[in-house]
């Protein structure tokens, strides 16, 4: 089965930057679409970007223009560009991974954004 090894969060000043990693592994089958989530506190988990395999991107509204999501085929790795920070965007971002077979969850990853 795969596992999803986020890295990259932590805390960051408004207006600073971070980039999430996340390295999926463990399965023969190659991974298709990739995403990120996000939970904020007493918020429901929702979609901020995802990726398929030929690279067509879609970002939420509330991110576009500062956040941007890549990937790394070769190494079914997947990356969140965060720029302009604020701490309405201070939330555990959870990575997303799909492949024929299953689809699969990160453990999250805290960010935070001080004012």
């Known amino acids: 089965q795969v596992q999803l090894v986020e890295s990259g969060g932590g805390l960051v000043q408004a207006g600073g930057s971070l980039r999430l990693s996340c390295a999926a592994s463990?399965?023969?089958?190659?991974?298709?679409?990739l995403a990120w989530h996000r939970q904020a506190p007493g918020k429901q988990r929702e979609l901020v970007a995802s990726i398929t395999r030929g690279g067509s991107t879609k970002t939420a509204d509330s991110v576009k223009g500062r956040f941007t999501i890549s990937r790394d085929n070769a190494r079914n790795t997947v990356y969140l560009q965060m720029n302009s920070l604020n701490p309405e965007n201070t939330a555990v971002y959870y990575c997303y991974a799909m492949n024929f077979a299953s689809d699969y969850w990160g453990q999250g990853i805290q960010v935070t954004v001080s004012s």
């Open positions: 463990g399965t023969s089958l190659s991974i298709n679409a």
